[in-house]
Nanobody, 120 residues
Framework: QVQVVESGGGLVQAGGALNLSCAAS????????MGWYRQAPGKERELVAT???????NHADSVKGRFTISGINAKNTVYLQMNNLNTEDTAVYYC??????????????WGQGTQVTVSS
């Protein structure tokens, strides 16, 4: 049993900042990588940022210089620091985790999503 839970979403004004958190828990041996995706109304889900177990990160072009992913430490937790938010960042943000289970199989898990709304 694995649970992935996000938190930290909310309503902010344009130019503001939010810090999202995501924690994976359960029968976990190790976490290969984690990341953030987002989906705005009328749009497909898109990748925001990823971080591998070794610490290497990748950020989508649309958020480079504004968003920073970090974490994937011993607590299997990642963060997304979002600065200089604009209205186009409004979306439901989903946490993704690729996990090695105690059954010695790999699986992919998604959080329930946290709403980020940026007002002008």
């Amino acid at each position: 049993q694995v649970q992935v839970v996000e938190s930290g979403g909310g309503l902010v004004q344009a130019g503001g900042a939010l810090n999202l958190s995501c924690a994976a828990s359960g029968n976990i041996v190790s976490v290969d990588n984690m990341g953030w995706y987002r989906q705005a109304p009328g749009k497909e889900r898109e990748l925001v940022a990823t971080i591998a177990s070794g610490g290497r990160t990748n950020h989508a072009d649309s958020v480079k210089g504004r968003f920073t992913i970090s974490g994937i430490n011993a607590k299997n937790t990642v963060y997304l620091q979002m600065n200089n938010l604009n209205t186009e960042d409004t979306a439901v943000y989903y946490c993704y985790a690729k996990i090695l289970l105690r059954s010695f199989t790999n699986d992919e898990y998604w959080g329930q999503g946290t709403q980020v709304t940026v007002s002008s």
